[in-house]
């Protein structure tokens, strides 16, 4: 059979159910380019590939990332991370954190205003591009930071903004005072044993010891914005909080300065992290 094809078939409607390039529509369905020249068989393909790939990428009150849920760019599953071990981590900066936060919390954040943003992949930064599920090294037994291992991160970060109230139950703590509020510190889900929980992290290289470890927390966050899923109320899941910045002398440095520099235009920036137990 030869390969022409004669104009009385190029011409007959398709299964688009026209053959009228302007009245067919590409709203969520896939045309037909079957006997299309070749112009129009190119602006099919491209518009229908918009209209199907093209994630919408808002940040806004409410549940506007379902193109980055469809078809998404950060790895899904669970990152188990190693101890000893170096891994990338994205940080994002919106009005009042800096740092990262597991990406179904900050979505719970933005739901109650307050400025509250995502990045540009709906989310709140990545740790080797895992958003949502990463949990802690298994440390050694018999060394202090055992009580973390396989523990969830909620969120490694800073809230900066002073007049965003920053952490309550830091500043309760005995062992903390009113500025160590806004301070760098790691959300481990689970309530901790504080006596044996000494987690060493080190970012860029440098070695942070914990200064104040802070359990038994109303919600995520301060009062009266915060996360109740998370907290001591009826049905939340508890979490610590282990303080790495501010007042203390467990470390030579305050990891607060550095963490707060080298934030681009698009208020993201890259670090390396590492837990030890020694």
Not at 113 to 118: M, P, V
Not at 144 to 159: C, K, P, V
């Amino acid at each position: 059979m030869s390969g022409f094809v004669p104009r009385r078939v190029a011409m007959t409607r398709t299964a688009s159910a026209t053959t009228d390039m302007k009245a067919a529509t590409f709203n969520n369905q896939l045309i037909s380019t079957i006997g299309r020249r070749s112009t129009l068989r190119n602006q099919i393909q491209t518009r229908s590939f918009g209209s199907f790939l093209q994630i919408d990428y808002t940040n806004a009150v409410g549940n506007k990332c379902e193109r980055e849920k469809l078809a998404p760019i950060r790895t899904q599953g669970t990152l188990q991370l190693v101890k000893d071990v170096s891994y990338t981590v994205e940080l994002f900066e919106d009005v009042n954190t800096r740092g990262f936060v597991m990406k179904s919390l900050q979505e719970d954040i933005v739901n109650l205003g307050g400025g509250s943003l995502t990045d540009n992949l709906c989310g709140f930064g990545a740790i080797s591009n895992y958003a949502e599920d990463i949990r802690m090294p298994i440390f050694d037994p018999t060394k202090n930071g055992y009580a973390a291992s396989g523990a969830r991160i909620l969120a490694l970060e800073q809230w900066y903004n002073t007049s965003g109230g920053g952490w309550d139950a830091i500043a309760n703590s005995a062992n903390s005072i009113n500025s160590d509020r806004y301070s760098l510190v790691l959300a481990l889900e689970g309530t901790l044993a504080s006596g044996t929980l000494d987690v060493r992290l080190h970012i860029d290289g440098v070695l942070y010891r914990a200064e104040d470890i802070i359990t038994s927390i109303p919600q995520f966050g301060n009062s009266p914005n915060g996360v109740a899923r998370y907290g001591t109320g009826a049905g939340a899941t508890p979490f610590t909080l282990i303080r790495y910045g501010g007042s203390g002398n467990n470390s030579l440095s305050d990891p607060d300065t550095t963490f707060a520099a080298g934030f681009n235009s698009d208020n993201k920036k890259t670090v390396t992290i590492l837990f030890s137990d020694d």
